[in-house]
């Protein structure tokens, strides 16, 4: 299988296979983000392998902030600056961020991280509904920007094979916390379907955003008929143009900025420019209104930067460096191999090229992120919930860089291990699972071995 890759103004044809030993050659035993090493297929993904070697949900416990009753909304009272803390520069390591950054970039990149380990307050704008107080909760392992095993719920409705995310009823999201008792969430007795989802681990993300959606595209039609993926065409409300989705369980976001002003409202409920308005209590308006105490939206933008809260967060995650790849080995390098071999590269597509950019960090850089960022039909695996454009079972390819730190996998961290994901793999994931369980003992730990260093 080919790819036309169009990278500057010279087009270069790579097999996913290549792509694999492209990442070996570049972010292992280099370390660099240039351009990628083009070489010939070594094992096609319908080789043999005989020579490769060397949903119910229990909400119980909702957590509730009791402020009591109030008589009229107030401006938020968000936090405020005080002195800049100095530029972040380092190694590279989990948190860090990307090498080749401006000395303003890395500051923008310092005043984002103070914004996304801000906790926030009922007088800035919590709630009144909220999953937690702070992007640092549910994105701060093994460092901030990364994943945890926290969860957010979601239900609905499927009547006859169509699903109604009952969004009258506070659907298909739901809040487990509340700034006052009267605003708490509850799941309807009518819900047939519930979800469980973790976190995500945000590194390398402002890369990711830099990909053109004309590669995407082109990257989707490469693929086998049998495990092609269907590319997430959504409204991205920064620019109300229509992009090609790729953050989100669904790929329901296009930007970094969308991706950040709808966690802020979804799950802080922080209102901005772009999700000017509250959740509602179950759709319930009266009981909203009885706890709002803050003027919408919350979060304003700075006169004198031109900037709001969500800006900042978004700056931090486009400018947070890549996980940091470990050295290589010969298990290492030879569950590159395995790798291609199952057919986990048709749709963990190992790298794909950023087009032009302003920021030269993020211009023209080989993006080592095995995911093809298209939806693919999970079958029994996916989660029940239909995000438009994704139907119930279709999920986005998980990108897989630095998946070593963000135990448990899958999106309801049913997996404890990385061999137990695999394993759950259905639908179109179904054949290379197949190939995988056909391996033995030493191939199965070539590969893990081979995704534990990526």
């Not at 199952?342 to 963990?348: K, L, S, Y």
Request: charge should be negative; proline fraction near 7%.
């Amino acid at each position: 299988m080919k790819l036309s890759k169009q990278c500057g103004s010279s087009v270069r044809v790579v097999s996913r296979a290549a792509r694999v030993g492209a990442w070996l050659g570049v972010a292992l035993l280099s370390g660099c983000e240039g351009s990628s090493v083009v070489g010939p297929s070594t094992i096609s993904s319908d080789a043999g392998l005989a020579d490769v070697s060397v949903a119910d949900v229990s909400v119980a416990d909702v957590r509730v902030v009791d402020v009591g009753p109030s008589a009229m909304q107030a401006p938020a009272n968000r936090p405020q600056p005080g002195m800049r803390p100095p530029p972040i520069a380092g190694p590279a390591a989990f948190g860090s961020p990307l090498t080749g950054l401006t000395p303003a970039q890395i500051q923008a990149f310092t005043d984002g991280l103070e914004e996304f380990q801000n906790q926030e307050t009922v007088e800035g704008g919590l709630g009144p509904l909220f999953n937690n107080t702070g992007c640092f909760v549910c994105h701060g392992v093994p460092a901030t920007g990364g994943s945890t095993n926290l969860h957010v719920t979601r239900f609905g409705r499927l009547t006859a094979g169509v699903f109604d995310p009952m969004e009258n009823e506070g659907g298909s999201l739901m809040q487990q916390s509340a700034i006052d008792r009267s605003a708490r969430e509850f799941i309807p007795s009518t819900a047939n379907v519930t979800a469980r989802r973790q976190s995500t681990a945000l590194f390398g993300l402002g890369l990711v955003e830099a990909i053109d959606d004309a590669t995407i595209i082109a990257n989707a039609l490469t693929e086998m008929p049998a495990v092609r993926g269907t590319v997430a065409m959504v409204m991205d409300v920064t620019t109300n143009t229509m992009r090609v989705g790729r953050f989100g369980w669904k790929a329901q976001q296009a930007t970094l900025l969308a991706f950040s002003g709808d966690a802020y409202v979804n799950e802080m409920g922080i209102t901005n420019r772009f999700y000017p308005t509250e959740n509602a209590p179950n759709g319930d308006l009266a009981r909203l209104a009885a706890s709002d105490t803050v003027a919408d939206p919350e979060d304003q933008v700075d006169p004198v930067t031109g900037m709001a809260d969500i800006d900042h967060a978004a700056d931090f995650m486009r400018y947070l460096a890549p996980p940091p790849p470990l050295p290589p080995s010969p298990s290492i390098m030879t569950g590159s191999m395995v790798f291609g071999a199952t057919g986990c590269a048709d749709c963990h597509t190992p790298s794909m090229t950023t087009g032009a950019s302003a920021v030269a960090a993020l211009d023209h850089q080989v993006v080592h992120l095995f995911s093809d960022l298209l939806l693919h039909d999970m079958g029994s695996l996916g989660d029940g919930i239909a995000q438009s454009p994704a139907t119930t079972t279709q999920m986005k390819t998980a990108v897989l860089w630095g998946i070593r730190a963000s135990a448990p996998y899958l999106h309801d961290g049913r997996a404890n291990t990385l061999d137990a994901a695999i394993l759950a793999h259905e639908g179109q994931g179904a054949p290379s699972r197949d190939r995988y369980r056909a391996l033995n003992a030493m191939q199965r730990q070539q590969l893990l071995d081979f995704l534990g260093a990526i």
